[in-house]
């Protein structure tokens, strides 16, 4: 399925480094998020963005900047991680900000090392 | 107490068993309901929307317990393929934000 791609699917980055993740939906979906889940843990909502607006930033520290340049991109920037922050990061999609279902992509695995 | 709580398990099961578990939430003013399935290392799949009165997809039945706060999901006849772990998802009431559980992972043995 090519509904959401992310790319790299694999990351591993020092501390010092400067990365970005990219997604992009290809289902003409109106609203995009990134997660993060890490191992036995529930998925954490990070951002939210409906029509290239961001409307949710759930206390996320500002080493994770995100980016939403149109309707079916979406970027996670990423700078100065710790090593807490290896986990798997997931964007999602869904047809409009509400109650409706949502649409993975495969994921970045992110290692800081 | 967790907004949304799922029994982590592993529940093992043999093939052509029917399985099932709940999920339980806390917020009475939830309205959208969802199991998805998360095999290992990979993404969420919507497995199917928990509807009111019920809905049946195949093998799959889930049902809403509005008055417990409680989702539940049926497997029968299971397969092999079936082994992955199951997300409760619950929206929180009128906010567009889902919350997620932790999943209960189901494991079907030959």
């Known amino acids: 399925e090519t509904g959401v791609t992310q790319t790299p699917r694999h990351l591993v980055m020092g501390m010092t480094n400067k990365k970005s993740l990219k997604c992009e939906q290809h289902?003409?979906?109106?609203?995009m998020y990134w997660y993060k889940q890490s191992a036995k843990k529930p998925l954490e909502l990070m951002f939210v963005?409906?029509?290239?607006?961001?409307?949710e930033n759930n206390s996320v520290p500002s080493r994770f900047s995100p980016e939403c340049p149109n309707s079916s991109h979406l970027f996670l920037h990423l700078h100065t991680l710790q090593p807490e922050d290896s986990a798997l990061y997931l964007c999602?999609?869904?047809?409009?900000?509400?109650?409706?279902?949502?649409?993975f992509g495969p994921g970045t695995r992110l290692t800081v090392t | 107490r967790k907004e949304v709580e799922q029994d982590p398990g592993p529940f093992n099961v043999p093939e052509g068993a029917t399985v099932a578990f709940n999920c339980t939430y806390s917020?009475?003013?939830?309205?959208?309901f969802f199991w998805y399935r998360q095999d290992c290392r990979k993404e969420p799949k919507l497995l199917m929307s928990?509807?009111?009165?019920?809905n049946e997809d195949g093998r799959f039945t889930a049902q809403l317990n509005r008055a417990s706060q409680y989702i539940s999901l049926l497997i029968r006849d299971s397969k092999l393929s079936d082994s992955a772990t199951y997300l409760c998802?619950?929206?929180?009431?009128?906010?567009?934000?889902?919350?997620w559980g932790a999943g209960t992972k189901l494991i079907i043995k030959p």
């Open positions: 999602a999609s869904s047809q409009v900000l509400g109650r409706h279902e949502q649409y």
């Open positions: 289902l003409g979906h109106n609203a």
């Open positions: 963005y409906s029509l290239e607006e961001r409307v």
């Open positions: 917020n009475s003013a939830s309205q959208s």
């Open positions: 928990v509807y009111s009165s019920g």
């Open positions: 998802v619950v929206n929180r009431d009128s906010n567009y934000q889902l919350i």
